[in-house]
């Protein structure tokens, strides 16, 4: 919002983007993953209490500045629900409220329940909203897809974390079977995209995270759901290390591109391959498993002090919240 001559212009607030919800996401999964480090691998203090206001408060801002674009730009976020790509961050609202949930459960149990009974709300109806838009579409081209199309499906993956402590396990056995299934009929058609078709453009190189988001999750849900390890969930996590490992062999594709909001896309998959890896740890015991939930522990923290530097700088520089050029 720029003051001249007298008058507000809302230029910023216009292309004010819903991607700026991935930044939500990447606290509320930042401040989850401490909890669960300060548990698992016994910290002498206390952090997570402190990242979870700041987390709160951050989604506060950024929620409400959003609704603010709702009205007075409402034909700007049409356009967004519309976009065949921006659609799929409409669903992170309901995935900080579950992962809230889930930081609530050892803090009130009825603050979780209520909020995971919002998240699973929304998330149904983002679900059967954009999945009846990829059915009955006119928009979808295959350059279209990247990885950034998990986003709608991995809530329903979420769901069961903690569902089994709020209600009948049969409900997060549905979730979980939707965000399942549907995560590897879209992982079939997100690799097709990448060997087949042109390479994604570089603003999306970041959502290439998102790909070992979902098992890893699957293996924490599968985990609670199954009351400890189990096969299943263990080829889930392994398959999510190897993808991170792959993903992390392709360095020099991902150093060479600017800074954009999708970065931030680096920092939920991180928090969820780093939980998961301290719950491996936790059922295990494994020296493995401990070093490497160090190992990923450290990279997180890392990353998110990188992810806030570089927006701080970018917002101060105004290169967000531009009109996009496509």
Known sequence: MIIKNGTYRFDRLKNFPVSFLAICLGMVGFTLAWQKAEHILRFPFQMSGYLLYASIGTMAVIIGIYLLKVIKFPDEVKKELNHPIKLNFFPILAKLFLITSIIYLSIDVVVSRYLWWVGVVIQFIFTIAIMSAWIRHEKFEVQHINPSWFIPVVGCIIIPIAGVQHFSAELSWFF???????????????????????????????????????????????????????????????????????????????????????????????????????????????????????????????????????????????????????
């Open 176 to 326: 979980f079977s939707i965000g399942l299934f549907w995560w590897l009929i879209l992982t079939t058609l997100v690799m097709n995209r990448i060997i087949f078709h042109h390479p994604i453009p570089d603003k999306l190189i970041p959502t290439f995270f998102i790909l070992f988001a979902p098992p890893v999750i699957g293996f924490i849900s599968l985990t609670k759901l199954m009351g400890g390890l189990n096969i299943f969930g263990n080829l889930l996590f392994y398959f999510s290390a190897f993808l991170f490992m792959l993903i992390m062999f392709q360095y020099r594709m991902f150093s060479r591109i600017k800074f954009y909001l999708s970065w931030w896309a680096y920092s939920f998959p991180l928090s969820a391959l780093t939980i998961g890896t301290l719950l491996m740890y936790h059922e295990t015991g494994s020296s493995i498993m401990w070093a490497a939930s160090w190992a990923m522990f450290v990279l997180l923290n890392a990353a998110i002090l990188v992810l806030w530097s570089k927006t701080s700088k970018a917002i101060r520089r105004k290169e967000i919240c531009v009109e996009e050029k496509e």
